[in-house]
């Protein structure tokens, strides 16, 4: 007794939807139509000192440096509070940069998580063991 518009499993757009047709692929036809002029346009604009321009043309052909990460010695055999320990201290003197600090801060809370996990799934297996 149901009155459902469409039926289940069959699509109510078999064909789907119409290429070209979104207002994104329609604007991407008009630039592409006119790409030389344009071009040409936010050329001579940038060269005039349109900075807007020259923000246009500098993303497009030059685009930003990617940071590059650092090599950085923490000790191995430390606690995890001594390597954060470490890693602070290293920011703090500009050892590496916050960005990365900030990292390997966030690698040793996920690694704290993964050894805690570690340790109360033993407890509970060796509380399981004794209890048979």
């Known amino acids: 007794m149901s009155n459902a518009k469409f ?20 604007l991407r036809k008009a630039i592409e139509a006119h790409s030389d002029d344009i071009l040409i346009a936010v050329i001579a604009s940038a ?10 043309l ?29 890693i602070i201290t290293a920011i703090l003197t500009g ?4 960005d990365i600090g900030t990292q390997l801060l966030s690698a040793l809370t996920s690694q704290s998580k993964i050894i805690e996990f570690t340790e109360l799934e033993a407890r509970l297996t060796a509380l399981e063991v004794a209890k048979k």
Do not use: H, Y
């Open 7 to 26: 039926t289940k499993g069959q699509s109510g757009n078999p064909k789907g939807r119409p290429a070209g047709q979104t207002p994104g692929a329609k």
């Open 58 to 86: 500098l993303d497009r052909f030059c685009p930003a440096l990617k940071p590059i990460a650092q090599m950085v010695s923490v000790p191995v055999n430390a606690t995890l509070a001594g390597q954060g320990n470490e």
């Open 47 to 56: 060269t005039k000192g349109d900075m807007t321009a020259c923000k246009i």
């Open 95 to 98: 050892k590496i940069a916050p």
